[in-house]
């Protein structure tokens, strides 16, 4: 199958992340393109899955990887399998502190792109990567890359039955 794999990333780590998924597509013998969310959608026609992610700001989705999947509905990738991502963090330390963090957190871009997916009536995966920062600007989290290949593997094993 080919899939495109659609990023919004201001520091890098959401780049990383789309990489990893396009190499491990590679590596379940698929083909994946990664694209900036903000550049122009390529022809659809051939394109079996997309993946869109972004990072969570201010507890919202970036309006591009929004915006992306408007089009994608608009040119009629309704039919096709979605699934969304992000990047998030750093988390607090304590318990209580993460309890306080808890909406800048949940339900994070992935969540609330996820929501817009099933609304625009787009085939999205139920599950959704979140991949945590250590940093406000990265970089990920330790095993965080293993946890996206883990993720796209799944995704692409789910589709292709
Ligand atoms: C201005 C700003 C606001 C942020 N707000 C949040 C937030 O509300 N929740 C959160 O989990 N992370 C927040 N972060 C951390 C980002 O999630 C982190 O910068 C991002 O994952 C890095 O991905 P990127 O390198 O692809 O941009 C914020 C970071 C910045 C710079």
Redesign the pocket.
């Known amino acids: 199958m080919k899939g495109l794999v659609l990023y919004r ?7 990383q992340v789309a990489e990893a998924i396009a190499e491990a597509a590679g590596a379940a013998g698929h083909a994946a393109t990664v694209q900036d969310v903000r550049r122009q959608l390529p022809d659809l026609a051939g394109v079996d899955f997309v993946l869109v992610g972004c ?5 919202r989705a970036g309006v591009s990887a929004k915006a992306a999947l408007r089009r994608l509905r608009a040119r009629s990738f309704a039919g096709r399998p979605v699934a969304i991502f992000d ?3 750093p988390l607090p330390k304590t318990p209580e502190e993460l309890a306080d963090a808890k909406k ?2 949940d339900p ?1 871009a992935a969540g609330i792109l996820h929501e817009r997916a099933q609304r625009l009536g787009l085939a999205v995966y139920p599950s959704t990567l979140r991949c945590e ?1 250590t940093g ?3 970089p990920l989290a330790e095993h965080e890359i293993e946890k996206a290949a883990t993720f796209a593997k799944d995704f692409l094993a789910a589709i292709s039955r």
Not at 9 to 15: E, L, P
Not at 55 to 59: D, E, S, Y
């Open positions: 990333s201001h520091y890098g780590n959401t780049k990072p969570t700001r201010m507890a990047t998030y963090g800048w957190i994070g920062v406000m600007k990265g």
